[in-house]
């Protein structure tokens, strides 16, 4: 019997969030997005740094790695590819104008990589098995769907030991991250990754266009959706998507007219007012994304009847409705990819070659980035800070919550990055969720963004149930709950329009000085959570304390703990800022 490999690199690249991750033997080690390293945002080519990170985090030369996990299988869904592009020639012109011009040998070769094996893993396969390792003993069934990816935009599966069997595919050109993508352009969003502000704006509006959304998609008698490919035009009209600037871009794909006279308003264009109208149309594409959310589990759970969902995919990333699923759905226990977007497929394409149950090093399943040590700083920047030095880590934790009382925002940099899109207490800005002003106080002197906006609470896991309802573990942030009638007024700077809330479960296990800050919070205030936003001012969250400090400087943040060490702006540099 051929032995298995011990030493795997997963690589995911050439669509939005490219990222390496690496296995040895029964742990994933190391994860992590290119975007982190060269600050460019989805960055979509080779995850050069990514794989090097990943290399010295392990202390591994590249000849030591037996098999690269390549999450790309051209060829897949070959026969229908074919049998369509013969009916709708235009076809053959999409797949010319998405071909990305990477060529996997050369790339290999610059990082000394050309003596391992390279093996190829469907992109959707390797969506399901980048949730295979955050509860590898249990009895799950797998949902996996976003946009497209090797010709598929979904999947459904169940687990057959460490294995995970495929039960049906969704095909092009069905695809429900395609109707949630196409919503987004036209209420203005035109960026890649931009759907999240209309399931944020969807808490202000009616679902009054949920009828002409249903038009728009609909359920599918077996697993599946079905698109209304007049109104989305993708077999007569090459989609548009390519890669600009490094960064994945794709071009409005809905027929206008056919848009205009189902829905009788116009697309918004970036820089107009948003409107009831357009928080209507968020609101309605809301809640048919959930509908046929709920739908694909309910035909899941028909055919694998298990108490235990796992979800991936950039789909996945839909926190309102994850949160409902357990409500909405057979299922009682949900778990989440901490990146299902495509930069989880890199830890996905590795477990499926490792072909045994793997775990996370350090037992989270979204800490897997790089840490630094705090005493080998040497950032010229610092000069500019006033450091403050504290006899313990304990009386650290009693200053840094003190001044969060007091209103002050907080950058925290310690340990591990995150790996995945949310900031989970290691690169993140944390503020007192009491304060009525804090969240527009937050938008517009830290992170210069929409006003419309949440944000979200990392909340100990002991009192979660006593704040939200129908609550269940959410370590990496991936689902929101409504907030509890009684509890509205005590924490206003984390309740979104529709009273809920995206919160993160914090562990003292897997997470004991973030466990122990907003402990000590809870003690001096009764509150058991604070704000909890990614690190970052409109560009991908801080990687290197360098990163941490220029981002600090350049904010209106009060202090920055690096570590067990703590910052503030000297009185000259906090008037340059103001
Ligand atoms: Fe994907």
Known sequence: ?????????????????????????????????????????????????????????????????????????????????????????????????????????????????????????????????????????????????????????????????????????????????????????????????????????????????????????????????KLNLEAFPILNKPLSYNIENAQPKILPFYNLNYMTQLLGIQPRKPKDAILQCHKDLAKSAQVCFEEIGNHLLNQLHSRVPTQSVAIAGGCAHNSVWVGQIVKNTPFKKVLVAPASHDAGISVGAAIAVADREISPEGNHWGLLGPSFDENQLSIPELNELEEKSFDSEKSLISWATDELKQGKILGLFSGRMEFGPRALGNRSILADPRHPDMKDKLNARVKHRESFRPFAASVLEEYQADWFQDVFYSPTMEAVFQVKNEKHAEIPAVVHADNSCRIQSVSKATQPFYWELIDSFRKKTGVPMLINTSFNDCEPIVCTPQDAVRCFLNSEMDHLIIGTKAFSKKAATMKMVG
């Open 1 to 225: 019997m051929k032995s298995k490999p011990n030493i795997i690199l997963g690589i995911s690249y050439g669509h939005g969030d490219s990222s390496a991750a690496l296995i040895i033997g029964d742990k994933l080690v190391a994860a992590a997005e290119e975007e982190r390293f060269n600050r460019i945002k989805h960055y979509a080519l080779f995850p050069d740094q990514a794989i090097r990170y990943c290399l010295s985090h392990a202390k591994i030369s590249p000849e030591q790695v037996e098999v690269v996990a390549v999450a790309k299988k051209p060829w897949n869904q070959i026969h229908r590819k074919i049998a369509l592009a013969l009916k709708h020639p235009n076809l053959i012109k999409q797949a010319k104008t998405s071909d990305v011009k990477i060529s996997l040998t050369k790339e290999l070769k610059k990082l000394n990589l050309s003596g391992s094996k390279v093996v190829r893993v469907e992109h959707h396969l390797a969506h399901l098995y980048s949730c295979r390792y955050l509860d590898p003993k249990s009895d799950t069934a797998f949902l996996s769907f976003d946009g497209l990816g090797d010709f598929v935009s979904g999947s459904i599966g169940k687990s057959n030991g460490h294995r995970i069997e495929i039960l049906e595919w969704l095909v092009f050109p069905h695809s429900v991250g395609f109707f949630y993508t196409a919503i987004t352009q036209y209420l203005g969003f035109p960026h890649f990754g931009d759907e999240f502000k209309v399931m944020g704006l969807s808490s202000f509006g009616t679902p009054r266009y949920l009828a002409e959304m249903r038009n728009l998609i609909r359920k599918g008698e077996q697993f599946g959706v």
